[in-house]
């Protein structure tokens, strides 16, 4: 039952398209956080803005532009339902990582825990929101709305497996082709990612970390060292106390 999107940046125009028509079908409002220096809008993902295309011009080599369609990778050791108190982020059964608007007590553990910065906290709604994998569509059988859409089939979606074979045979005829540098972004990344990419640069030039870190490894270590702070700083005020109220006596 596992499903996963392939996005391949070898195919994609950079029409956005897709983001387009996740705001169409979640009923995401009209949002503009765009800036100077770049032709990306948005910014950057936020509650209200699930999928962007990002823009990627590399420094060295000839003048090209290489485009991703990045949304929430849906991985399989998913921080964010790792650090989550309540229960409102969940796994459905065919991978998808989600979150129960309903439970949502808009702590932001979430948010720090993520290493892909895929999850915002939405300050008008006091939630955090991100890519739900359009669940309701794939429930009924249906494509999630960005890859219904996608002009070029550079977003494909289906049974995980499939979508691995067909990234290596997509890789097999790009190396074939001299493109020797594309890679598969998201195979084994924190136990398999639901969101695979392919690349033609290095993931840092799209924003993504080489080797993400699953958040027993980054947020609770962080974690236990500030309460460890925080207790040795209570210790040694109530030793100063004692020492203190011993020297009144």
Known sequence: MAKAFLTD????IGCRGCQVACKEWNGLPAESNAFRGTYENPRELTARSWRKVKFVEPDLGPVRWSFLSDSCKHCTQASCLTVCPTGAIYRTEWGAVVVNDGRCNGCRYC???CPFKVVDFDAARGRVAK?????DRVAQGLSPACAEVCPTGAILFGERPDMLSRAQTRLDDLWDAGT????????????????????????????LPREPRHCVSTV?????????????????????????TAEEG
Not at 228 to 239: E, F, M
């Open 111 to 113: 948010v720090a825990a």
């Open 180 to 207: 020797t540098q594309a890679r598969l972004y998201g195979e084994t990344e924190l136990a398999g990612l639901h969101n695979l990419s392919i690349l033609t640069e290095s993931p840092e030039a799209y924003g």
């Open 9 to 12: 940046t070898t195919r994609c």
């Open 131 to 135: 890519c739900t994998f359009c669940h």
């Open 220 to 244: 609770f270590p962080g974690s236990l060292w500030s309460v460890g702070a925080a207790a040795a700083v209570g210790l040694a005020a109530l030793i100063a106390f004692r020492e203190r």
